[in-house]
């Protein structure tokens, strides 16, 4: 009774199967000068009392378009506003904010740029916000990175290279 | 959540299926039939006679620091359950190879169906990414699996399109285009909402669209949804080999 009792609470415990997706290192091959700041995931630039961090964009074909995802952290007193963006790699950038309304997704331009609070953060990130690449002019594979010169209202411009990330 | 049909659709045919529950229920996937089971929750304690259970127990808890007597803990799903599956609206489309595709193809796998555009910086390629890192995590159950993507932009997403889009993420991903009409006809089977917008892009139109994934199970049931941005692939991992089941 006692080994049939043991046995069966061996039994008891269910099996776990541990299925971790694979994350996958990212690669990091430069393929032009880097003499701009580079960003990648985990990492984070600064500009004045400005922080970027965890710069990544998508990976994309010639022609079509792809989005940049980063955090903008400001540890100063004023507020700051991303305006704008500009890259070479693109015909021009826009920044685009994103809505769900009953699950549909709403895509508009952010009017006025994005706002980055006094002593705050802002996540331009999937189900946000994102700058979106539009007409590429190459293709941009993960592992790869992109100049991006980011447009501030008080602080001028900042001129970086944003990794190229495929998985989320 | 609420997903009403759309009223600004043109009524040409009704959704097939009510939207899913707000949040996912239980469902208690161990049928209790037997009494010592049921008494003991252990899968093996059927076999123990009724009588001889306070000794089990006595005994159990003495050494059973490691027996997680939750063994028959109901499971519950990570996606939004459909209170009610129906048969999923059949449909047949164009895919990336020119070919025609049925949904009926694939009866006795599951599918996992969204509504997207190749132009859509968002929401798509985050759903994209989300069934590649779905796909790796499902291990041998992924040959259970096939992933569909329909397009809600037909006027410019052309099978080759929908195929260069998607060599991005995963050579089997099947992405699926037609005619305006064919298209406008299985979003509204499905319950999906989509419009153009024209909000002074240079990348043209955009489309707002229903976001959802659609997970129809091996006889064809529409049983889930997944919302993107926030269920981790494996999340709809555990939920499909609980399907799979």
Redesign the interface.
């Known amino acids: 009774?006692?080994i049939?009792?043991?046995t069966?609470?061996?039994?008891?415990?269910?099996s776990t199967?541990n299925?971790?997706?694979?994350?996958g290192a990212m690669v990091v091959r430069p393929d032009r000068d880097m003499s701009e700041p580079r960003t990648a995931l985990g990492s984070a630039l600064s500009h004045g009392e400005l922080h970027i961090q965890d710069a990544w964009a998508?990976?994309?074909?010639r022609r079509?378009?792809?989005?940049v995802y980063l955090t903008l952290r400001n540890n100063g007193i004023q507020a700051e506003r991303l305006v704008g963006a500009t890259t070479k790699i693109a015909?021009?950038v826009?920044i685009?904010e994103?809505s769900?309304q009953?699950?549909?997704?709403?895509?508009?331009?952010a009017i006025g740029g994005v706002v980055i609070p006094a002593n705050g953060h802002v996540d331009l990130s999937?189900?946000r916000y994102?700058l979106?690449l539009?007409?590429l002019n190459l293709d941009i594979k993960d592992g790869s990175y992109i100049p991006l010169t980011l447009h501030f209202q008080h602080s001028g411009e900042f001129h970086m290279n944003v990794s190229v990330v495929?998985?989320? | 959540m609420n997903l009403e049909p759309n009223p600004s659709l043109p009524v040409k045919r009704q959704a097939a299926f009510a939207p899913p529950l707000k949040s996912s229920s239980h469902i208690n996937i161990h049928g209790s039939r037997h009494l010592s089971r049921r008494i003991l929750g252990c899968r093996w304690a059927s076999h123990i006679p009724v009588r001889l259970i306070p000794v089990a127990v006595v005994i159990a808890s003495i050494l059973a620091s490691g027996c997680t007597l939750l063994a028959t803990k109901p499971y519950v799903f990570n996606g939004l359950l459909f209170d009610d599956p129906v048969a999923a609206p059949g449909f047949t489309l164009t895919d990336q190879n020119f070919q025609q595709v049925s949904l009926r193809d694939f009866h006795g796998q599951i599918v996992l169906l969204f509504f997207g555009f190749t132009n859509c910086p968002d929401a798509c390629p985050a759903t994209l990414g989300t069934w590649k890192q779905l796909e790796r995590a499902l291990g041998e159950n992924s040959h259970h699996v096939r992933f569909i993507m329909i397009t809600v932009d037909p006027e410019r997403d052309t099978p080759e399109r929908m195929g260069k889009h998607l060599s991005l993420f995963h050579p089997e991903f099947i992405g699926l285009t037609g005619s305006v009409e064919e298209i406008e006809d299985v979003a509204q089977d499905y319950n999906v909402f989509f419009e153009k917008a024209n909000v002074g892009s240079a990348s043209g139109y955009l489309v707002n669209h229903t976001t959802l994934t659609y997970v129809i199970d091996t006889d064809g049931k529409l049983v889930l949804a997944h919302r993107p941005y926030e269920t981790k692939a494996k999340e709809i991992a555990d939920d499909l080999e609980q399907l799979l089941k």
Request: proline share 8%; aromatic share 2%; glycine share 2%.
């Open positions: 009774m006692l049939v009792t043991l069966m609470l061996a039994s008891c415990t269910p199967t299925t971790h997706a694979n994350s998508r990976p994309a074909f079509d378009n792809s989005a015909a021009v826009e685009h994103v769900m009953d699950d549909v997704m709403h895509m508009r331009p999937p189900g994102h979106m539009v007409d495929q998985a989320e």
